[in-house]
């Protein structure tokens, strides 16, 4: 059984701790505010620190878990690679490109396994979309198109995300790696970028909606929408292929049912046929997620969600940033 750390212990640091699985084992729980520390540790006999520099020097602990803001995220994972330890550290992993590279270099000097919390890819029915697609089900893929939205708050332009000195940014770097994530899950690699990120009503220095077009090298266009003035919260992504198509909806909870429907066409191109299978059911993906890291450590395998993904996630919304004359890390 591996012995975990958590540092960052709110609302994902939370989840993380309630998804562990039979193989690992809650043994410390650090955050700058002890009484989180403490509530969070007490639910599973753990101990609480405020240092997380006590918790990576406990020779009890195997991985660590780093779901704090933004602008400590690489700056912990270093720490942790440098303690021997293992991570699991939340998307976007760092504010920016040049604050991951150090963290790359350490990781590939080390023997231990760092992998970027990208969990939307183990939602039941992106798990689902995988097989269709791999097992041809949709032919050539040619576009897919995704939309990703909070459907806000009152006080959210207070919150640490409007902060670009701890976000890096706004909505495009906090739900936008996802939609980038599951875009390059599909169709690999994206080349030529362009976009636009703008305020358009939160009085924030951030962007609050955040528009790409991604293109791979064999055309394949990624249209994606990540937006914070979305009044409802909304997850959608349409992935199409020369002989059919599927439409993914909801993430559970406040995002709706999640669902999945694949449409087939016929050789007479009329209405297709159509599968759908809907998940209502409690969501799985962080359990998954974890299960799939406890294997990359055992088999000392690269983990498939790693740093190199969230330098690539990172390189599309700095050339957005770029395009759209932000600039969050002056």
Known sequence: ??????????????????????????????????????????????????????????????????????????ELTLAAIAAK????????????????EPVQAAARASNVRVRVGFNHRYHRAIRKARELVASGALGDLMYLRARYGHGGRLGYEKEWRADPAQSGGGELIDQGPHLIDLARCFLGDFPVVQGFAH?????????????????????????????????????????????????????????????????RMTPELGPPETTAWEYPMADDSWAVEMLEFYEDIRLKREPQANLNDAVACLTVIERVYKESGLDHHS
Request: charged share 25%.
């Open 85 to 100: 330890k293992h991570v699991l550290v939340e998307k976007p992993a760092a504010r920016s490109v040049a604050e991951l």
């Open 199 to 263: 305020t358009y009503y939160w009085d924030m220095p951030v962007e609050d909606n955040g528009f790409l077009l991604l293109r791979t090298q064999r055309d394949q266009v990624a249209f994606l929408h990540a937006s914070c003035t979305e009044w409802k919260n909304l997850f959608s992504l349409e992935i199409y292929g020369r002989t059919g198509k599927l439409d993914l909806s909801g993430l559970g909870g406040s995002y709706g049912v999640e669902r999945i429907t694949w449409y």
């Open 1 to 74: 059984m591996f012995g975990i750390g958590i540092i960052g212990c709110g609302l994902i640091g939370s989840r993380r701790a309630a998804s562990l699985g039979v193989s690992g084992r809650l043994v410390a729980c650090a955050d700058t505010d002890f009484a989180r520390a403490s509530a969070l540790a007490e639910r599973y006999a753990a101990v609480a620190v405020c240092d997380w520099k006590e918790l990576l020097g406990r020779s009890d602990i195997d991985i660590v878990i780093i779901s704090t803001r933004h602008d400590s995220l690489a």
